[in-house]
């Protein structure tokens, strides 16, 4: 491993933090830097083909999700900084517990995954188009999901894969996140008017 000060700029980056340990990790197109105790190590990650667009911590803190303008979200171990496996999908969420993993892909479809099985368990249709942004809830029954180009933000029921509301925001959707409740959510995004 060689320690090396980097000038970084548009990166997307995470953090996890426990009591002793700060990390956070920059993907740029298919480089992890993984920065701890002021220190940053370079690791080269050859799991992606395209640009990495997407990043999500597990919950223990353990594992990286990358999504992938490949059309693939990949699980890392964060020790190894190996793939674990391989999910269609171009960005996606962990679940509150971790035992699942969301996915969306350019297809318009939304799939949850077993986190360690790899198994395919239900998928999420009726989207438009492209699903840019995808969530759980805290509670983890919920998924939100949204669309960058309609505006269109969509809850979803985890356990039967029905959606529940659709929501026209008139923005181009971004970000969602819920409240610790799970009964709001707040969107990050730009008017499609441009104007924004």
């Known amino acids: 491993m060689r320690n090396e000060k ?9 953090m996890s933090v426990s009591a002793r340990l700060l990390a956070v990790l920059f993907l ?19 799991g992606h083909t395209d640009w990495v667009v997407k990043v999500a911590f597990s919950p223990n803190g353990k594992h990286v999700l ?9 699980l ?7 793939v674990i496996r391989t999910f269609l999908g ?21 799939k949850l995954w077993d986190t360690n099985t790899g198994r395919e368990i239900r998928i ?8 840019d942004s995808i969530t759980f809830s805290p509670d983890g029954k919920k998924i939100l999901s949204g669309s960058f180009r309609d505006g269109l933000i969509k809850l979803w ?19 969602l996140i819920f409240s610790p409740d799970s009964r709001q959510f707040i969107s990050i995004a730009r008017s499609l008017s441009g104007l924004g």
């Open 28 to 46: 740029l197109s298919g480089l992890c830097l993984n920065a701890v105790a002021q220190e940053v190590a370079v690791y080269p990650q050859m």
């Open 6 to 14: 980097l000038g970084i700029r548009n990166n997307q980056s995470v």
């Open 124 to 131: 999420f249709s009726g989207h438009e188009n492209w699903i």
């Open 66 to 74: 990358s999504g992938s303008e490949d059309g693939t979200s990949k």
């Open 157 to 175: 029921d985890i356990n039967t894969g029905r959606e529940i509301k659709t929501f026209s925001s008139n923005t181009k959707v971004k970000s």
């Open 76 to 82: 890392w171990d964060i020790n190894t900084g190996k």
């Open 90 to 110: 171009r960005g996606g969420s962990f679940s509150p517990d971790g035992k699942h993993v969301i996915t969306y892909s350019s297809d318009k479809t939304i």
